[in-house]
Every structure is written in structure tokens, then in C-alpha cells.
């Protein structure tokens, strides 16, 4: 069975291509599920399923009919409403409060700037180091250098850096400002710098799921912003994007040269089984899981944490104990929403975000958007496109984003007939308190 989901991606991968005859959001989903299903296939064939990020340990390599069906039919569902969009009939993308997504711009470089201060004492010492080591002491609860240079900042500096995860929408900013409204790449161009500020805190802990997030969205924002793409835009991307590319590469190899060089699989092996391990450990949870466990940490951060004082990161040793196994491999989104709700649960989670997904795009063939929209069709699309690993969202640090996104989205529908609005932010009693919440949320799903 583990030929299936490789034979069936690609069947839906070539029906969402045939049906538009263009390279969209869809395809371009549809084919990463693609990809990462042929290495499944490499995995079992090549013998890799005995890596420390895989769940099968004496557990029979034989993935079932109904985990297999599952698995396929739950990311289609999440999947189709990017079938919905047509990025190359776009006509307009809009700024109705024009001014807010201005300051937005000008918050994020400020955010860039803070972690670039607080990261760059440690980053040449990190990369000269044992990434085994650093990925041990994340796993220890050990906070880094610039954790602990972060907390002997002011509250707000140390907000902006804690919640850096925003910065991921200079993404889409950057293709709308020097794409659509066609500005100056001098003026442009630091957006996506500093939209790299969660790469630079993951490379603390020896993370490379981080640079694979951004590598993976960065290519969604262009396949999304493809009519508006210019050849100055274009030239600039393709320059820029190659050192970057071969830095990442040379990264990711070393980390897991360092971190796994000495296991059976060896190098190689483990990153063949970073690419394909999630539709095998969907399979194992399927079989494996405890059906009376309920944990809804990972779906609802914000408001567990303000409810319970509780997130995800809390409770995974909990749960493992009872579970019998690890909980934070690679699992797909699906995989996730099923560790956490079950069958219910999952197929529920599911449908609900195949409808707001819906709500967000509205109708087929829409031509005209707001970037507000465009930003919620951007945090909405992280969820199957980095689903081939797990869920993005599941703690009150990357799920910041999100919470960003809505408010912009929910604010884009006021419309002022004057000003753009004079809210003051208001803090709580509680807000002393994030900042150590969030540091124990550091990056533990990445077992590779």
C-alpha cells in the first residue's frame, strides 16, 4: 500500500494541472505530496525505517486500506479549495487600508532587526559547532545565547523577538510591493530579509524544518503572485536565490551529517527519511493510537494557554507516556489532527478548514483580492503545504502569524470613511509572563 499515495498524488497532481493548464497553488501543493511520497517508496525499499525520527519499531512495515484512504482523502480535502484560486487570471490585488499595511512593512524590518541583533553573537560560533549538541540541549530545555540575551531586553523587544514568526508575511509583502505596486527592489528587497528571522532562530537550535517552511512558502508567494512577476523581479530572485539555495543545502546536509552521520541509515539515509516518513508514521498512529486521548493544545494555542496555562509542548511527555510512543515525528497535518482528535476529530478539523478556506477565497475564478486576503490565503496554504510534515501552527510562538493575519483580515472589511482608525494596543497583567511561555516552545518536532 505505501505505492498508493506516490500513484494517487500524482493522478491528482496531473488532474489539477490538466484542469487549468497552468502551474498553480493547487498543482503546486498536490505535487509536493507528490514528492514526498516517492521518497516514502525509497524509505521502505532502500530499507530506511529504523531512523530515530520514525515511528516503526517492530511495527510491520503494512500500511492498511483504511489509514491509506484516510491519509489521501483528508489532504484532497484540504487541498481543493487552492483549486479554487487561478493565480494567472488575477487582475488586482488591492490595499484598502493602505497606511496599516505600510506600518505592517515597517514592523517587520523592526522585527527583522531585533533578531538579527540578538542572533548574530551566536550564528558564526553555531556554525562552526556540534549540531548534534545544540539539537540535544533544545531537547534539554536549554535556552540559547540569544534567548538569554533577548531577556534582558524591554518587554517589547523581547515580544518582537518571541513572536518573530510574523515576519514570515514580508513573504508576500515583498512580491506585493515590487510586484504589484512595482516599488523599488532597495526599498522592497529588506522585507525578505528580514522574513528570515524564524530560519535564524530555528539555525540556534540546529532546526532544519524552519529553512524548509520558508524555502516551501517562498515558492507559494510566487506561484501565487505569478501574473505580477516582472523580469526585473524575476532576474533578481534567480540571482539572489542561488548562494541561498547552496547555503541552505550545505546547512541542512551538515546538520545532518553531524546528527546522524554515525546511525545505520547514515547521512543520506536520514535525509531520504526526513523527505518520506509521514504517511508511514500516519499509518502507525492510525494503529497505534489511543482512541480515549484528547488534546486540543496544538489546534488552539492562544487560547489554551490564556484558558489553562497549558500549550502543546507541555503536554507531549504526557501524552507519549500514555500514547506508548513519541508523538512529535513527522506525521503530515493529518497525522497531527489525528493524534490530537482521532477520527473524529480529524476529519471534523479537516472539513472546517476546507470551509474557511472557502469563506476566505468565496468563488471560483475571483480575479480581483486584497493583499488582507492575500495574507490569509497565505497562512491558510502554510497548513498543506508544509503538511507533509506536520501542522505549523501548534504553539502560541508560530501560530502568531495566523493571529496577525486575521485581525488584518477582519480589519480590511472596516471600511472608514476617514482615517484608518486610532485603537490604542492595550496590554494584560498576564503579558509579564509570555515571554518564558514561549520560550519553552522551542522547536521539538523536528526528531531528524
Not at 504517511?279 to 489511543?290: A, E, G, K, S, T
Request: net charge negative; glycine share 6%.
Amino acid at each position: 500500500m505505501h505505492f498508493v499515495p506516490f500513484i494517487y498524488f500524482s493522478a491528482l497532481t496531473y488532474y489539477f494541472w490538466q484542469k487549468h493548464r497552468v502551474f498553480d497553488i493547487a498543482v503546486y501543493i498536490s505535487l509536493l505530496f507528490t514528492v514526498t511520497s516517492f521518497f516514502c517508496i525509497v524509505m521502505v525499499l532502500g530499507g530506511f525505517t529504523e531512523g530515530s525520527g520514525v515511528l516503526i519499531d517492530g511495527w510491520e512495515v503494512e500500511c492498511g486500506i483504511a489509514p491509506t484512504f484516510l491519509y489521501c482523502a483528508l489532504v484532497t480535502l484540504t487541498i481543493f479549495p487552492f483549486s479554487l484560486l487561478r493565480p494567472e487570471q488575477f487582475r488586482k490585488i488591492g490595499n484598502i487600508h493602505r497606511y496599516v499595511i505600510f506600518a505592517l512593512a515597517i514592523f517587520i524590518m523592526l522585527q527583522g532587526l531585533v533578531v538579527f541583533y540578538l542572533v548574530a553573537d551566536s550564528i558564526q560560533d553555531i556554525l562552526s559547532g556540534d549540531f548534534k549538541y545544540l539539537k540535544d540541549s533544545v531537547y534539554d530545555g536549554d535556552i540559547t545565547p540569544a534567548d538569554a540575551k533577548m531577556m534582558t531586553m524591554p518587554l517589547p523587544v523581547q515580544m518582537m523577538y518571541l513572536f518573530c514568526t510574523i515576519t514570515l508575511l514580508g513573504i508576500p509583502l515583498f512580491f506585493y510591493y515590487s510586484c504589484v505596486e512595482k516599488h523599488s527592489l532597495w526599498l522592497t528587497a529588506p522585507l525578505l530579509v528580514a522574513s528570515v528571522s524564524p530560519v535564524l532562530r530555528g539555525i540556534l537550535g540546529a532546526d532544519r524544518t524552519e529553512i524548509i517552511h520558508f524555502g516551501l512558502m517562498f515558492l507559494f508567494c510566487v506561484v501565487l503572485f505569478q501574473k505580477f512577476i516582472v523580469r526585473k523581479v524575476r532576474n533578481f530572485l534567480l540571482t539572489a536565490s542561488i548562494p541561498v539555495v547552496l547555503a541552505a543545502s550545505v546547512y541542512i546536509f551538515a546538520v545532518s551529517a553531524s546528527r546522524f552521520d554515525e546511525s545505520d541509515e547514515g547521512t543520506h539515509g536520514s535525509l531520504i527519511e526526513y523527505a518520506g516518513q509521514s504517511f508511514l508514521n500516519f499509518c502507525y498512529v492510525y494503529d497505534n493510537h489511543n482512541p480515549d486521548l484528547y488534546y486540543f493544545e496544538r489546534e488552539f494555542p492562544f487560547t489554551s494557554y490564556i484558558l489553562f496555562d497549558t500549550q502543546y509542548t507541555d503536554t507531549k511527555e504526557e501524552r507519549r507516556a500514555k500514547e506508548g510512543f513519541f508523538i512529535g515525528v513527522f506525521a503530515s497535518h493529518i497525522g497531527s489532527w489525528f493524534l490530537d482528535g482521532g477520527l473524529p476529530g480529524s476529519i471534523i478539523i479537516s472539513v472546517a478548514f476546507a470551509l474557511l478556506c472557502c469563506a476566505v477565497i468565496r468563488q471560483y475564478d475571483r480575479t480581483e483580492f486584497d493583499i488582507a486576503e492575500i495574507f490569509m490565503i497565505f497562512i491558510f496554504g502554510a497548513v498543506p503545504t508544509f503538511g507533509i510534515f506536520y501542522y505549523r501552527y501548534y504553539s502560541i510562538a508560530t501560530a502568531a502569524v495566523y493571529v496577525a493575519a486575521i485581525l488584518l483580515f477582519f480589519y480590511s472589511k472596516i471600511d472608514f470613511v476617514w482615517g484608518e482608525g486610532t485603537g490604542d494596543a492595550s496590554t494584560t497583567d498576564s503579558e509579564e509572563d509570555i515571554p518564558e511561555a514561549i520560550l519553552n516552545t522551542a522547536e521539538t518536532t523536528d526528531t531528524q
